[in-house]
């Protein structure tokens, strides 16, 4: 057997338990821990350095953001008799749903919160000047109506629609309220603003309705593909550890809970961000494989130079491509939220579209196990090229 067909055959066996025995690794389910038990065991054949680390996260982030939209019901409501304060309450609320949205746990931390879990492995530098984080969620995603793919190039746009109706309600609480103040009225805002309320409120009734048509997945490409790849990583540092690069490999749990995992990590060892780099590796089984330079759904997030530069001097060596994501956010919306230095590696189609995002075609027989290979080997190539550039 080749050493590429060996290399194949240990990606697909990690993949056939994640992707294959286990139905979905939905988030906060036993499966979900059966899943980082696995790959606890899988770490420690390269590091003793493995830890779980526990924490809690709400069940649903669709519930979450859609109660904000409800909330601007109640502001419509107030600005019937209190339009200034109405005005004021609707910044407020417009803020925290930005906040919430940008990874900062505001009203969310009064949700329910159930278990979840990373995996964390460690692979220690003898001079360590710089750490760097290679991440992979490991929970699986749902398939829902809002997940179709006819409707996912269409949510950046959706998304917009619905901040705009929100800067309209409240800019008409603040005309209403001018109004009063100098004695004009106008008769019509009060119908705009309720248009608009309508407008959300059918927003949110959407996102309650998806949450409850959710089908769980395999998530073969995403993300069994990016833990696959960190696995193989592993096993390199196991024998050829960087000199003055701390790594971690982190497989981040809730993930489809925005991304809990994630940011329970920053927000818990509060890694320094001037000597700390964060590499993500999601959906890298499927399309052509890329780095982003840019992401973000909601404004473009610049990835790191450095991480750039290092992936421009070894992309020709793995076919890797440069490209930038504005459909869906990835797990690097967080550390870029926070002013972390990330670059994600992901798969795109020809569209520049994540294939088979969060939809029940995303199955082992779409993955191609040479390509998470490539992902895994152009993260080492990238990582020792980080290093001595600096």
Not at 25 to 39: C, I, M, P, V, W
Not at 58 to 73: G, P
């Amino acid at each position: 057997m080749s050493e590429h067909t060996e290399d194949s055959e240990q990606i697909r066996k990690d993949m056939l338990f994640l992707a294959g025995k286990l139905a979905h690794r939905g988030a906060q389910t036993d499966e979900e821990r059966e899943a980082a038990h696995f790959l606890q065991r899988r770490f420690r054949e390269y590091t003793p350095n493995v830890e779980i680390d526990d924490f809690s996260a709400i069940e649903n982030y669709l519930y979450l953001f859609a109660s904000y939209l409800t909330e601007f019901l109640v502001v419509a409501v107030l600005a019937v008799w209190f339009p200034a304060f109405a005005t004021v309450y609707g910044i407020g609320v417009f803020l925290v749903y930005w906040a919430e949205f940008m990874g900062w746990r505001i009203f969310s931390r009064f949700m329910p919160q159930y278990d979840s879990q990373n995996v964390i492995a460690q692979f220690m530098a003898p001079r360590p000047k710089r750490l760097v984080i290679v991440t992979a969620h490991y929970d699986s995603g749902c398939a829902s109506p809002l997940s179709h793919p006819n409707i996912v190039p269409w949510l950046r746009r959706l998304h917009y629609f619905l901040l705009l109706c929100m800067a309209v309600i409240v800019a008409t609480c603040a005309t209403d309220a001018l109004g009063r103040y100098t004695g004009f009225s106008y008769p019509f805002i009060a119908h705009i603003r309720w248009t608009f309320v309508g407008l959300l409120l059918s927003g949110a009734l959407f996102m309650f309705y998806a949450s409850l048509h959710g089908e769980d997945i395999r998530g073969a490409n995403r993300n069994a593909s990016g833990v696959a790849a960190m696995l193989r990583m592993a096993a390199h540092f196991q024998d050829n550890p960087l000199e003055e690069t701390d790594v971690w490999l982190v497989a981040a749990g809730s993930h489809e809970s925005w991304m809990s995992g994630l940011q329970h990590l920053l927000r818990t060892q509060k890694p320094d961000k001037h000597a700390t780099y964060i590499l993500n590796l999601e959906g890298v089984g499927v399309g052509q494989l890329s780095y982003l330079t840019a992401e973000g759904m909601m404004h473009l997030n610049t990835a790191d130079k450095d991480l750039c530069h290092a992936a421009s001097q070894v992309q020709q060596q793995f076919d890797v491509h440069p490209a930038f994501l504005r459909a869906v956010p990835t797990a690097a919306h967080i550390p870029h939220a926070h002013g972390y230095k990330t670059l994600t590696i992901t798969g795109l189609d020809e569209n520049q579209m994540p294939p088979h995002w969060n939809w029940v075609t995303d199955s082992i027989s779409t993955v191609d196990e040479a390509m998470v290979v490539r992902a895994a080997d152009f993260s080492v190539a990238l990582l020792t090229q980080l290093e001595d550039s600096q």
